[in-house]
């Protein structure tokens, strides 16, 4: 299943989002990442 089979996708945090559609068996890991991935997808986005 992806994202855009998920209700309410877009207002979800993003680790919740991410975890709806991996089902890790470690939800939380996610979030450690998320400011980073953030700053990567803004700097290169215009680019």
């Known amino acids: 299943k992806g994202l ?7 207002d979800m945090p993003l680790t919740e989002a991410a975890q709806t559609v991996q089902v890790s068996a470690y939800p939380d890991a996610y979030a450690q990442w998320e400011q980073q ?10 680019s």
């Open 4 to 10: 855009k089979q998920v209700d309410g996708w877009q």
């Open 37 to 46: 991935a953030t700053d990567i997808v803004a700097h290169n986005w215009n």
